[in-house]
């Protein structure tokens, strides 16, 4: 899959950086790839889409189509979007391997490429130039309902909901904050803006989230579409001029 990736990336013109690292887990220790494609730009200020590849380990088959299938089809589609639009920012997209715990979630049983990338560019002091992360998970259900995710930088929820205004989505952007543990959690935590686009009910009940019926067919192609035109709202948003990037 991951070479699958990279392929479609780089037909499209982006650089593609394979981000290899050794993660430590309740089943012990697992090589972990985040995929890593970048577009330069001219400000030296970095904008990052993400989202994450993997799929969470269970005795059925889980085809985790909306959780970890939805967020891989959105950042390709963003990637044939992004690659001809004038943007000054550098643009990352990262496709993130080791969301899901291993076992139970957990601080350490989670979120391991995210942790990761975000300790790597600390210390390689990338990170300060990065000026925004968006990220997007579980963004395929048919009847979308976009959290206003409580942990999220407070001037990229405002952003969001003005883009969702402008472009006609509100009914499909919440307005009640509640939080999600996400890959947008680590980067907040060394005081970068980040927002994550989550849609945390996924079924009546929620009865799709992580289970066998996490197929294909519950997904609607004009979620992803929405998604996709909010993320790049967000992104144009984010460019130099506006005032998106604010805290």
Known sequence: MQAWITRELKALGWEVAEDRFTAHTPAGVLEMTNLIAKRPGLTGRTVAITGHTDTKRFPFRFVGANDGGSSTAVLLELARCLK?????NDIWLVFFDGEEAVR????????????????????????ARLLA?????MIGDRDLHILDEDSSSPALRRRLRSA???????????TSPQAVEDDHIPFLQKGVNAIDLIDFDYGPGNAYWHTAGDTVDKLSAESLKITGSLVMELVRKLEPGNAGARR
């Open 133 to 137: 992360l968006i990220n997007v998970d």
């Open 84 to 88: 001809d639009e004038p943007f000054r």
């Open 104 to 127: 139970d979630w957990t601080e350490t049983d989670s979120l391991y490429g995210s942790r990761h990338l975000a300790e790597k560019m600390e210390a390689d002091h990338s990170l």
């Open 164 to 174: 969702a205004i402008k472009l006609g989505y509100s009914q499909h952007v919440d």
